[in-house]
């Protein structure tokens, strides 16, 4: 065996202990509560002009722009409970026409954190708690 074989195969194998312990690892993924203050702020700045400060969706971009169908009523406990996290952090990140919804609900993957995303779940689930 050379010496460059050796290296290759401890650096394989080194390799796939990392992966194994990457996969395993729990810090990896994003699992820290968001904080509901930090995303009113940002509701304010990005998401109050069509989901309205009382969360009904009736903020003034939606008459203006006739925005129809209009953003859902975050106050409304029955409908809310039918959106898992997982669906309010797609369209947040995606947009309504990747999911099929209004294309008129934009897409903000591109301007906002994973963790903004989250503390923007903790606002919106304060309206139906
Ligand atoms: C230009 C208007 C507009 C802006 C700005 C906007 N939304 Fe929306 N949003 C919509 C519309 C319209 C829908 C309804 C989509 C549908 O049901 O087809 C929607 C839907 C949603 C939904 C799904 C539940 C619901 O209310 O129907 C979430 C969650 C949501 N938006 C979050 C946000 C957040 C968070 C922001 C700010 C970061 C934001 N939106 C900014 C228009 C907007």
Redesign the pocket.
């Known amino acids: 065996m050379t010496p460059l074989k050796i290296r290759a195969s401890t650096i394989a194998r080194l390799a796939v202990a990392f992966a194994v312990v990457l996969a395993a690892s729990p810090a990896i993924t994003v699992r820290a509560a968001g904080d509901a203050a930090a995303g009113r702020a940002?509701?304010l700045k990005?998401?109050v002009?069509?989901?309205g400060s009382d969360g009904k969706?009736d903020?003034p971009?939606?008459a203006a722009?006739h925005?129809?169908?209009?953003?859902?009523?975050?106050t409304d406990k029955e409908d809310?409970s039918e959106?898992p996290d997982v669906?309010?952090r797609n369209?947040?990140e995606q947009g309504?026409a990747a999911l099929d919804?209004?294309p008129?609900?934009?897409a903000?993957g591109k301007?906002?954190t994973p963790a903004q995303?989250n503390d923007?779940?903790a606002?919106?689930r304060t309206f139906s708690k």
Do not use: T
């Open positions: 940002l509701a990005n998401c002009k069509c989901h969706g903020g971009e939606v722009r925005i129809s169908p209009p953003p859902g009523d975050w809310m959106h669906f309010l369209i947040i309504g919804k209004s008129q609900m934009p903000f301007k906002l995303v923007l779940i606002y919106i």
